[in-house]
């Protein structure tokens, strides 16, 4: 169940002009630093019309975002996917050995985007043809990402890596734009992008999906190296990993993996952060002696990626709600992923602190789905809380937003079942295109911690004018209300660059609501969701 919090979050304002500039919080995010703003919704921007991806992205870029993470489907762009060899002389290196209508929607989001000063972050991995993965699938259900090659997915990579190189020009046009942002898969640690996630050896659970995933990074990361794409020029991400899973599978095949034990096994240490030796080395292909350097030396893409990419889902948990589970890693737990990798950089004596890439994040909404989700204004103020997070954690580098609308329902199931709503209902928008209160909070976060006024009325201020990052002014208005009045401008605020975030403590008025107002260059003027302030 969603943990809401008691009391409406606040903002307001003192009667004189403000310059804010960025302050130190607790947690250390003291020093003003880019924190790029991602965004994703495949069926928008992927998977439709070129008049539904240019108005998205029309839109996209009136919100302020930054970076697009487009998933780049291995099967969507193979040819023959469902047949289990490869076409007679296919070299799967060469991008013009795959069809030209596969590449179409990647070029039209990379040519469009770039159009609009919108950058890209593709997301490579499977489901991918049948002709490149194991045999052995238990169920139909995992046969298009069972057991994939390595070789065959690096020999992918290498043609997407170099058709986007930025001198690759497809037959009788111009050459490409160029894709300097990677990252290997989505969710190696769940079963619908993975499996098998466990194998069993001698009677005992193996996480089989971290010896996979080693392999892929190892083959991507080459594939990038080769094409023009290494970490000296590119942004490389590694991980990309889902929050939660089953301590104890039941089975095999369904049960996804926590993310703590997943990347132990990924770099191959025990629970301490020891070096795996022995039995327990080998059956994860780790080196039975330890490895060391060796083991450094031999998968690159694990020590020399730019950052590591998660998910960091509360689902319909507060973001701020703590899982007791310390193998589970939602926002307010990243010190646990965060140890867990400087932990393992240490032991294998590579000097680095890897930045997070926070890929994926949001919060289903009731309504439409009358299941499961929080309300439609816990989600906007989740998310604002979520951004205010990700801002104090000096490691946070990118946060992103998953769907600007909400997916359809699944019709294969009776209209109203559980089944019909499986689909995700994160978007700021319902299916049909109507605004959430959450579109407004997206455009301009604002959170106060505290919302209840102490002695004076002082309260702590943070919010982000996202669109004026696109080169918007970065001033706004704090506007305050009394309980049932009018809203009036208090103070006008500069917010602190590079991305354009006001933090400060102020002394308000007393109970009512405050809202952020900014105006853009077209001269509308956008507000911010109200927050609610309370008396002591």
């Not at 919080?25 to 439709?48: C, K, N, T």
């Not at 867990?340 to 294998?348: H, M, N, R, V």
Request: aromatic share 10%; proline share 10%.
């Amino acid at each position: 169940m969603p943990r809401v919090l008691a009391a409406v979050i606040v903002l307001a304002a003192v009667a004189a002009a403000l310059v804010i500039v960025l302050s130190s919080s607790s947690s250390g995010a003291a020093q003003p630093r880019a924190i790029e703003s991602i965004f994703q919704d495949d069926d928008h921007l992927i998977y439709a019309s070129t008049a539904t991806v240019t108005n998205t992205l029309d839109e996209l870029k009136g919100l302020g975002v930054d970076r697009i993470r487009a998933t780049v489907l291995w099967r969507a762009i193979a040819p023959d996917p469902t047949g289990t060899a490869p076409p007679p002389r296919f070299d799967p290196s060469n991008p013009a050995a795959y069809p030209a209508s596969s590449w179409a929607p990647y070029d039209r989001l990379v040519e469009l985007a770039g159009a609009r000063g919108i950058a890209l972050d593709f997301n490579v991995g499977a489901p991918g043809p049948l002709w490149a993965m194991g045999r052995g699938s238990p169920s139909p259900r995992y046969a298009d990402h069972w057991m994939p090659s390595a070789a065959q997915f690096g020999a992918f990579v290498t043609a997407v890596g170099r058709r986007y190189s930025g001198t690759y020009a497809p037959p009788g046009g111009p050459a490409l734009p160029r894709v300097s942002y990677w990252s290997v898969w989505n969710e190696p640690n769940q079963p619908g992008w993975l499996a098998p996630q466990w194998a069993t050896v001698q009677g005992q659970h193996v996480i089989e999906s971290a010896v996979l995933y080693r392999a892929y990074v190892d083959a991507a990361f080459a594939a990038l190296e080769r094409t023009g794409h290494g970490p000296g020029s590119d942004t490389i991400l590694v991980g990309e990993l889902a929050p939660e899973g089953s301590e104890a599978p039941s089975d095999v095949y369904s049960e996804a993996i926590p993310p703590m034990p997943f990347l132990r096994a990924l770099y191959c240490v025990d629970p301490s952060y020891r070096p795996l030796t022995g039995a327990a080395a080998a059956v994860l292909g780790c080196p039975p002696s330890g490895g060391g350097s060796s083991f450094v030396s031999a998968h690159p893409g694990l020590f020399d990626a730019t950052g590591f990419a998660h998910h960091p889902y509360s689902f319909f948990l507060a973001p701020s709600a703590q899982m007791s589970d310390v193998n589970f890693v939602p926002l307010i737990d990243l010190g646990r992923l965060e140890h867990g990798l400087d932990s393992i950089f240490a032991t294998y004596g590579v000097g680095r602190r890897l930045p997070l890439y926070l890929t994926e994040y949001g919060y289903e909404t009731n309504p439409p789905n009358p299941f499961r989700g929080v309300s439609l204004a816990t989600q906007a103020l989740y998310l604002n809380e979520a951004e205010y997070m990700a801002w104090q954690n000096p490691r946070v580098r990118a946060m992103s937003q998953f769907l600007l609308y909400d997916a359809l329902p699944d019709a294969r199931y009776p209209r109203g079942s559980v089944r019909y709503w499986e689909t995700f209902q994160t978007g700021l928008r319902y299916a049909n295109g109507a605004a959430k209160p959450s579109l407004d909070a997206y455009r301009l976060p604002i959170f106060v911690a505290d919302p209840v006024l102490g002695s004076g009325g002082a309260v702590n201020v943070w919010g982000r004018l996202r669109p004026a990052a696109d080169g918007g002014a970065p001033r706004a208005q704090l506007q305050w209300a009394a309980p049932g009045g009018s809203y009036r401008t208090l103070a006008t605020v500069t917010a602190s660059q590079p991305s354009d975030v006001l933090s400060t403590r102020l002394t308000v008025p007393g109970p009512g609501t405050i809202r952020l107002a900014w105006t853009a260059s077209s001269g509308q003027t956008y507000y911010s969701r109200p927050v609610g302030l309370q008396a002591h």
